[in-house]
Every structure is written in structure tokens, then in C-alpha cells.
């Protein structure tokens, strides 16, 4: 299948004229990017269909002012172009500011938007700056999707960081398997590049995303296959996200069929503050109280997901509520404190640390 990408909200055969030029108001100020691949799976018969949620822009993301450009305060462990390093044996480098479609709740939306200056073309630096700090042992390439990159670019980035002997475990972040699978199906370098670079001592991580069960179609499916044949340990991470996987049902049948093709469930986020992303938020609360439900449902192996908040404090796991406290604990710290088990009064309406008041133990 030849896949092409959109960029205008018009070029969206689904939507009706009146439609575009609502929601045209929105691109202007986040982002819209699609592709006939991922498109051709909403059912637009379905106001809710969950691809349409997760690819569509809505009108709501200009309703109400909440959150930052910034949720997570990346900025704060920035310490080279496009590089963070927030976590001791853990570097980030963001290298593109593409991806295969924009998903709307995205948290990076601001690589997106014109003039931002916070990805790296030359990986040098990055290289150099991993290089010099012994304690990293795993890099996250991430961005925007590096499956998005040349094959070329793919492979200095790869044989520069396999050229460092510290560096032992290599993620790649993308959602292009769930948005283009075909970008892996038709592209045997790809795949080559991964067997080359994914050793037995030292893997490669294909850390994918997908949201919601619709995306596993039977492309996915082979890509996800031809992953893990070509070396690649397959992981999943999404956010819980409204009127996507903001119900048990929809959640246990993703983390199931998941766990069904090797793709294992890693980290369930909760969404992160972002601006224009309440509309797609849901709270803490209830948002455990899903992810409790779902796992009812689950085998072990479909339930090894944790669910996180990605505070600017480190990794918060959400742990349980009672009648009138809700417990979390830190999962990842930058000063890798052994973690304790925090309190906090209850919040239905809580979407952040923030606002949750703590507890004397
Ligand atoms: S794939 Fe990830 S980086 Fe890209 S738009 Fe979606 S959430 Fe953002």
C-alpha cells in the first residue's frame, strides 16, 4: 500500500465542508498531520470512533486554557541541544519533529510548532555528551518518530551509539507501526538495520504506542512480527486517554491483544497537562479505577503495564485509593531516593501531583 501524508486539515475526505472550516481554526494553532494508511481506518459513520479521537482535531482544544507547552518541565534536564538527561543511566535525544500522524493529545506538541528549536540534526554532540557520561547505559531516541528519519540518518545514529561501549540498551520511541506500518513492511534496510544493531548482549527496544485495539490490524500486526524477527524487544506505552481507552473494556482488549503479539504492555501514563489537552485528560482517579477494572480481565502477562504519572520529580506510580486517601509511590527518581509510599487526600477532580494535597504518613 502506497501511503501519503496530509498535513491539511481540507484534504480530509471524511469531514464535511462545514467541519473544515471549523476545525481549521484549530490546526492553525496545534499542528494536524495524517495519512491515507491511518485515515482509512476510522469508521466516520462513528462520531466516537476512537481513530478519529486520537487523529482528529477538536474544537475543544481552544475551549479552555489549562496546562503547558512544557508539562513535564523537559527543559529543566536539558543539558545539550536535544539532549535530556533526567535519569542517571537514562539519555534522551530527540532527533526529529515528525511523526506519522500528530496524535492530538500529544505532550511534545511543541516540537511542532514553527520555530522550535529543541531537535538536533547533527547527532555529534548528543554523542559526544553520552560518551563523557559513563553511567549511561540506555538511550531513548525519541522526538517526534525516528522511523521517520532517512535509513541513512537511522544508521549513523545507531552505529554512533553501538560505537559507545557503555551504551547498552538502545529505545527507539515511535508510534509508526500503529500510524504506517507499511514504512516497516516495504523497507527491508530498516529491518536490516535493526538486526544489525540489536545484539544478543545489548538490545534494541522498539518502545511502540498504541492507544486502542483498532490500531492492531493485520499490517500492524506483521509489522510488529517482523520487529521482533529482526531482533527487536517489542514494549507498549500509552497514555489513558478520553474517548480512546477511557473505559475497562477498551483498555484490557489493547493490554490483551498485546500481550497476544509480543508487544509488552510497559506503561500506561496518565496524561500529562498539556496545553489543549484537557479535553482529552481524565482524571487520576478515575483513571485507576479504569485501569483496576481492566486488569480484572487480564492474564499476568497482560497486565505488567504500570500506571505513571511523568512528573517533572521523576516517574510517580499511581498505586491505589481507599475511601479517603489515594497512595503513589516514586517509580524513577533523578536522585534515585529509595522510594516510599506517599499519601494524599482524594481528588475526583485531580489531574496532576499538584493537585493532590499530602498526608503526613
Ligand atoms: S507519536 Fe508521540 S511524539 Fe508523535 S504526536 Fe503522537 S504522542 Fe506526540
Known sequence: MKVEYITSIERVDGLSKEEKKRLKKVTEKFAFRANTYYLSLIDWSDPNDPIRKIIIPSEDE?????????PSNEKRYTVAPGVEHKYKDTAL???NNLCG????FCFRKRLFIKGNKEIIRDPEPALKYIKEHPEIDNVLISGGDPLLLSDRRLEEILAGLRSIDHVKIIRIGTKIPAFNPYRILNDDKLLRLIEQFSFKEKRIYMMVHFCHEKELTPPAIKAIDKLISAGAIVCNQTPLIRG?????EA???LLNKLSFIGATPYYIFQCRPTTGNKVYSVPVEEGLQIFEKAKVSLSGLAKRAKFVMSHMTGKIEILGIDNSFIYMKYHRTPDQKVAEIMKFERNPEGYWLEDFKPVSP
Not at 244 to 248: A, F, M, Q, R
Request: hydrophobic residues 40%; contains cysteine; glycine residues 8%.
Open 251 to 253: 483498555l484490557a482488549n
Open 62 to 70: 481552544l475551549e479552555e486554557e489549562w496546562g503547558s507547552l512544557d
Open 101 to 104: 500522524g500528530y496524535c492530538r
Open 244 to 248: 480512546v481507552n477511557d473505559n475497562p
Open 93 to 95: 535525544v530527540l532527533f
